[in-house]
């Protein structure tokens, strides 16, 4: 899910605006600020390159290292939608401080402050000093996002609304792979102590949550579009319905699951290179046209190893 995320708070925000009458690119803009708070939370995986720093030798073995490193924080700290709501504040303030005269800069100031320290003091106290550099990396994340809402001309009300967005619909989209994200820390609840279980057999579990994922893909795409008044219809080539050959795949790749997952990832996103024609990729004008036959390819080919999956299993 780490596109989705971000293109999920991108859809709403710009799909919001846009509703509101704002021109075009406005909504486009907005909508890209969220999406980049929306992904904000998993720059907690940046700790998982101290995997790949091991040494490990071989793709698997550094794959396995990266991963391990990354269950130690990923979903953590990042994910708390208590925290989350006060960078949120935060990241407004330090907007604010830009906007206003010197006495109420040093007001706003003064709740930044405030508003990191409480963070970064509490994570510290609950957790220890690795989860406090990791919570540092993602306010130093959002103070560049703030950064970006500055140079688009965007003020502290827009950040906050943003940051919301994108920061509390972040951990709902990790609820069907891996373990649930701990909503409320550092509050000693949990809301959920399992992921959300879309079907007992393993591998139709994770092909649901890939058609999740696809789901918001193709839902900022049409948001796109109608920001645009285009038709995507008309955008796919023919060559998508190669996609459909991926149900063959059934017998060459091991059946997907949560914990073996990339033959079947990589594979069926491959579908979507094949799809488009290399010639249609280089033309800057046809961008889109590659965007929605790959997509459309992509899906097919989910769509097709799914029935047959299903069929043969």
């Known amino acids: 899910m780490f596109v989705g995320h971000g293109l999920l708070a991108f859809a ?5 605006a846009h509703r509101r009458g704002w021109s075009t690119d406005r909504a486009l803009a907005v909508g890209i600020l969220a999406g980049l708070f929306g992904t904000l939370p998993d720059i907690d995986m940046a700790y998982a390159l101290f995997g790949l720093a091991a040494g490990a ?6 794959s396995d290292a990266f991963w391990e490193a990354a269950s130690v924080v990923h979903r953590a700290v990042t994910h708390s939608l208590v925290l989350g709501a006060i960078a949120a504040v935060g990241f407004a303030a330090w907007r604010a401080r830009t906007t206003n005269a010197m006495g109420q800069t040093r007001i706003w100031l003064g709740a930044v402050v405030l508003a990191f320290t409480a963070l970064l003091g509490s ?12 919570v540092t990396i993602f306010l130093l994340g959002g103070l560049a996002i703030v950064h970006v809402a500055g140079s688009l001309d ?4 827009i950040v906050l609304s943003t940051a919301l967005l994108g920061l509390l619909t972040h951990p709902f989209g990790d609820l069907f792979t891996g373990s649930p994200p701990q909503f409320l820390y550092p509050l000693d609840v949990t809301i ?11 591998t139709l579990h994770l092909l649901g949550a890939f058609f999740v994922e696809l789901a918001t893909i193709w839902l900022a795409l049409v948001a796109v579009a109608h920001l645009r008044g ?3 219809l008309p955008r796919v080539r023919p060559r998508a319905a190669l996609g459909v050959g991926y149900a063959g795949a059934v017998f060459a790749i091991p059946a997907p699951t949560l914990q ?10 491959g579908v979507g290179l094949i799809a488009v024609p290399i010639r249609l990729r280089r033309q800057v004008g046809d961008r889109w046209y590659t965007v929605v036959t790959a997509l459309t390819a992509v899906t097919l080919a989910g769509l097709a190893y799914a029935t047959a999956y299903s069929l043969v299993g």
């Open 12 to 16: 709403i925000a710009a799909s919001v």
């Open 57 to 62: 030798e071989g793709l698997f073995a550094a």
């Open 123 to 134: 994570v510290f106290l609950t957790s220890g000093p690795l989860a406090a550099a990791i």
């Open 154 to 157: 965007f003020g502290p009300g």
């Open 192 to 202: 959920l102590a399992d992921r959300v279980l879309l079907h007992p057999d393993p």
């Open 230 to 232: 285009w038709q995507l």
């Open 260 to 269: 073996v997952s990339w033959p079947f990832v990589f594979s069926v996103l």
